[in-house]
């Protein structure tokens, strides 16, 4: 489903834990191998967890108990749970991260934001779509909110609200770069994560008619999660047409909340009029706003 020979370079994807020759027949998948989630799979049996985002990227020189990594490791060897992770591969593959997330803001007429060289297919960063019908900025954001998993950041947008989109990108986790492929493709929006400040800014300055839409990266890449699990046994399905003998995995989603924003203080949704509460006489927003008993959707 995800060629390790898409992932980016600097990427670490395949096996992190685990023999390639021990018998899988449960698997959780999650987007963060946390300790929390280790935990997890080993509680409800699983002997495999795949997770989107790699627990180590840098370089390691030990995995002793004293480090976070270290402890999901011992946790994963101790309970028989092997490591498997998909990342870049699965943000550009056909059915990957980003698919995903157009599916579940009811898109249509899907097709990469940006194609990936000499891959040709479905392949390529980000998607493009349409909604069902115009709608404003406000309505679109409500849509966001029912569609993906809650969190303290909760949905933000540029500009107007009540601004009309029709056609919108979107990109499963840190997709900010791709603002300018969303304006040449013709897109009204772009929803992604991790949207910085003065990217941001530039964006806006340069897309006058795009709209950004700013949401916790973990909820972005956790409707890939079912899709995954789905190719799984689906994969394994099309091995049993040809003789695979009868290959069968349980899987489970996880359903933790890894975001690492547990809650948020001084959230003001009318801050969009450019006036600061302070200039009026006002000492903060909303109010401390906690999220840090939500564990899980």
């Known amino acids: 489903m995800y060629d390790p020979s898409w992932a980016q370079s600097w990427d670490a994807v395949g096996l992190t834990v685990g023999d390639l020759d021990a ?9 963060d191998p946390t300790e929390e989630v280790a935990r997890e799979a080993v509680a409800i049996g699983a002997n495999l967890l795949v997770t989107h985002h790699p627990l180590f990227l840098r370089g390691v020189h030990g995995v002793a108990g004293t480090t976070a990594g270290g402890r999901v490791v011992s946790t994963l060897i101790r309970g028989g749970v092997a490591l498997f992770t998909a990342h870049t591969n699965a943000d550009v593959a056909a059915g990957g991260v980003s698919d995903a997330l157009a599916a579940a803001l009811g898109l249509s007429d899907v097709e990469p934001l940006r194609a990936v060289a000499a891959r040709g297919g479905d392949e390529g960063l980000g998607r493009v779509g349409m909604l069902p019908a115009p709608e404003s900025v406000r309505e679109f954001c409500a849509r966001v909110a029912a569609a993906l998993p809650a969190t303290a950041p909760g949905v933000r947008a540029t500009g107007d609200p009540d601004r009309v989109v029709h056609r919108v990108a979107v990109c499963g986790g840190s997709g900010g770069e791709l603002a300018a492929a969303a304006a040449a493709a013709g897109a009204d929006l772009l929803l992604t994560a991790d949207q910085r400040h003065h990217y941001t800014l530039d964006a806006v300055a340069a897309n006058a008619a795009l709209t950004l839409v700013d949401v916790a990266h973990w909820a972005t890449e956790w409707p890939w999660l079912a899709w995954a699990a789905r190719g799984l046994v689906d994969g394994l399905g099309r091995l049993d047409g040809r ?16 975001d690492p924003w547990r809650w948020q203080s001084g959230g003001d949704p009318a801050a969009g009029s450019g006036r600061h509460p302070a200039a009026a006489g006002a000492h903060g927003g909303q109010g401390a706003q906690r999220r840090d008993t939500v564990r899980t959707i």
């Open 23 to 31: 018998t899988v027949d449960h698997a959780l998948f999650a987007v």
């Open 243 to 258: 003789g695979g003998g009868g290959r069968t995995v349980q899987t489970t989603v996880s359903r933790l909340v890894t």
